[in-house]
């Protein structure tokens, strides 16, 4: 069985940093992109960042990019995101998410999210 | 990169059809065909429920279908269902520097 499990999140201040992590199993974790999806409070889907399976391509959202950092370890079968800079529009429910085998820019599994707060 | 547009909100009756409409560019629906639309109950994480335009993955419903004309996609539901009430979002691949963009999201209520 998938499972993606995300921890990581809290209440951070302007400026301040978080590393977001997604523990994967159930699946071959190398071989498969993975993405990060938000979704503030009350708001839609935003496409964050996304990586490739070897973890040698990577890519992020303009309004992420510079300040935030997606990797993985496929020793370990986990995504990390690191947010730096963080400012208070980053508030949202961060989740991680795998591509569908078939379907390249899809997104078959989804981690339950983890919320990350920007308030002082 | 601009999100894609869909409409606000559809409602239908149990066991009619309603389409949603997500309407991009010749930067990405247009040229692409990997559009996928994901389902969402509240406090819930989203659901894949069609890829490609119109594939379906294994489990979903085929009350589900997808099509793509120009810079348009659109998801139809058939024989709407009280479970089918959430809201749904497409997404498009959008080239390699931004990857991947989504629509602001649709509520759909079943009268």
């Known amino acids: 069985e998938v499972q993606l499990l995300e921890s990581g999140g809290g209440l951070v201040q302007p400026g301040g940093s978080l590393r977001l992590s997604c523990a994967a199993s159930?699946?071959?974790?190398?071989?498969?992109?993975m993405t990060w999806v938000r979704q503030a409070p009350g708001k839609g889907l935003e496409w964050v960042s996304g990586i490739s399976g070897p973890g040698g391509s990577t890519y992020h959202a303009d309004s992420v990019k510079g300040r935030f950092t997606i990797s993985r370890d496929n020793s370990k079968n986990t995504l990390y995101l690191q947010m730096n800079s963080l400012r208070p529009e980053d508030t949202a429910v961060y989740y991680c998410?795998?591509?569908?085998?078939?379907?390249?820019?899809?997104?078959?599994?989804w981690g339950q999210g983890t919320l990350v707060t920007v308030s002082s | 990169q601009s999100a894609l547009t869909q409409p606000a909100s559809v409602s239908g009756s149990p066991g009619q059809s309603i389409t949603i409409s997500c309407t991009g560019t010749?930067?990405?629906?247009?040229?692409?065909?990997?559009v996928s639309w994901y389902q969402q109950h509240p406090g819930k994480a989203p659901k894949l429920m069609i890829y490609?335009?119109?594939n379906r993955p294994s489990g979903v419903s085929n009350r589900f279908s997808g099509s793509k004309s120009d810079n348009t996609a659109s998801l139809t539901i058939s024989g709407l269902q009280a479970e089918d009430e959430a809201d749904y979002y497409c997404?498009?691949?959008?080239?390699?520097?931004?990857?991947?963009?989504f629509g602001g999201g649709t509520k759909l209520t079943v009268l």
């Open positions: 997404s498009s691949y959008a080239g390699s520097s931004t990857l991947e963009v």
């Open positions: 159930g699946f071959t974790f190398s071989s498969y992109a």
């Open positions: 010749s930067s990405d629906v247009g040229v692409f065909t990997y």
């Open positions: 998410a795998k591509e569908h085998p078939w379907g390249p820019h899809s997104f078959d599994y």
């Open positions: 490609d335009v119109s």
